[in-house]
């Protein structure tokens, strides 16, 4: 089996950790909005929305501690939950569904569903699965914990900015068919 310098498992893990709890704490700060937008995808009968929405942050914030720490559970368990919300929305993408709110961003930023989700969740799963890859026996330096911290924080400016733009896209597309 082939193994990966460990600055990259690393950097995927330290990533996925930071979006995983920012998704729990959106979450957290606004259940009923979130559980509004999961019952907006009509997956499940409304009367079992308020405990899948309690089962989805439960299992995010479990993800978020067990990727911090390296948890190769954890990681299944991300790995499942970005699984389930692709097939989520390309589910209601196949029903013409595209003007609900995806609920990954909580309700300051709606954002409705379309293929760039499906892109970006492929994306957070390969990086699931690189934050699972063995990695070399190489000692980490001072400079690999530089790197690490500027290469996580430029990643999740990334994350923020395409999702900043998917939403201004979402709201622009909603007013051009109004206007």
């Not at 997956?43 to 190769?72: K, M, Y």
């Not at 595209?98 to 760039?116: E, F, K, N, V």
Request: proline letters at 4%; hydrophobic letters at 55%.
């Amino acid at each position: 089996m082939m193994t990966t310098d460990p600055l990259l498992p690393l950097l995927a893990r330290a990533t996925l950790a930071a979006l995983f709890a920012l998704a729990c704490w959106h979450k957290l700060r606004a259940p009923a909005a979130f559980a509004a937008s999961l019952n907006g995808y009509h997956l499940l009968p409304q009367r079992l929305v308020p405990a899948a929405t309690a089962a989805i942050i439960a299992c995010e914030a479990t993800a978020t501690i067990g990727i911090a720490i390296g948890n190769t559970l954890a990681m299944g368990l991300a790995l499942a939950l970005l699984a389930l919300y692709t097939l989520a929305i390309a589910v209601n993408l196949a029903r013409g569904r595209r003007d609900i709110d995806c609920g990954c961003a909580g309700p300051a930023m709606r954002q409705t569903l379309s293929h760039w989700l499906l892109v970006r969740n492929a994306l957070l799963i390969g990086f699931a699965l690189l934050a699972s890859q063995p990695s070399s026996g190489r000692a980490l330096t001072w400079l690999d914990a530089v790197t690490l911290l500027v290469s996580c924080c430029t990643l999740l400016l990334l994350y923020a900015s395409s999702n900043q733009l998917a939403a201004n896209h979402s709201r622009l597309g909603g007013a051009q068919a109004r206007g």
